[in-house]
C-alpha cells in the first residue's frame, strides 16, 4: 500500500498549491482540478479551463472536519451530528455560508459545498497542503468528467501546472451533493 502523505508527487503537487497552481488528482470516482479556494487568480485559472462561470460556485474538500472549522462555526450540535456522521458514499454538503469562504468560491448562493473525501490522494493533498482545497472534476463543460489521468491529459495537456499519480476510487459516480439544513438531494451520488 502506498503512503501517499510521503510519496514526492504529492509533495510535488502540494508545492503547487501554495505557488497558486492548478493541480490535477484523483478522488473517489473522478479526477478533479483543483488549487487553494483563497487564491483568485489560481479559482479563476480553473474556471477558464472548464469554461464554468463563476456564479455557479465550487467544492471544497478536506481530510477531515476540523479543516472546516471556519465555515461551521455557525452550526449547531444537530447539525454538525448530521455533518460528521459516517456515510456508505461520499457525500457533498450544502452548509450555509457564514462569510468566511470567498465569494468565488460561494458564486451566487448562499450555501458553500464542503466534503470530508476518504480517497488517498485528495486526502493527503489536503493534509500536507493544511487545508481544505478546491475540488471540481476534471473537464471542461458539457464533457464527461475525466475518470483517467490520460483523459485529463487529452482535456488540458500543458495547461495544469501539476498533475498527480494515482486513479480514481471505487464510487461509480460523482458525490451526491445535498443540503444540510433540509436534507435536499440536489444531485444523486
Not at 510519496?7 to 487553494?36: F, M, R, S
Not at 462561470?53 to 467544492?59: D, W
Amino acid at each position: 500500500m502506498i503512503n501517499w502523505s510521503q510519496h514526492p508527487k504529492i509533495n510535488l503537487a502540494v508545492q503547487q498549491l501554495h505557488l497558486q497552481g492548478v493541480i490535477a488528482y484523483p478522488t473517489e470516482a473522478v479526477w478533479g482540478l483543483g488549487c487553494d479556494p483563497y487564491s483568485h487568480s489560481a479559482v479563476a485559472r480553473i474556471l477558464a479551463l472548464k469554461r464554468r462561470p463563476e456564479r455557479k460556485g465550487l467544492i471544497l474538500i478536506g481530510c477531515d472536519w476540523q479543516q472546516f472549522a471556519p465555515f461551521i462555526d455557525c452550526l449547531d450540535k444537530q447539525q454538525l451530528t448530521r455533518l460528521k456522521k459516517n456515510y456508505q458514499k461520499p457525500i457533498t454538503w450544502l452548509i450555509p455560508h457564514n462569510g468566511a469562504a470567498p465569494p468565488w468560491i460561494v458564486g451566487e448562493y448562499n450555501t458553500l459545498a464542503v466534503r470530508v473525501t476518504s480517497h488517498p490522494v485528495a486526502a493527503s493533498l489536503c493534509r500536507l497542503f493544511g487545508g481544505p482545497m478546491v475540488s471540481t472534476s476534471a473537464n471542461p463543460q458539457g464533457l464527461p468528467a475525466a475518470v483517467t489521468g490520460l483523459k485529463v491529459n487529452c482535456y488540458f495537456n500543458g495547461r495544469l501546472n501539476y498533475q498527480t499519480s494515482g486513479s480514481v476510487g471505487s464510487s461509480t459516480s460523482p458525490s451526491e451533493i445535498r443540503h444540510l439544513l433540509t436534507s435536499e438531494v440536489i444531485r444523486q451520488g
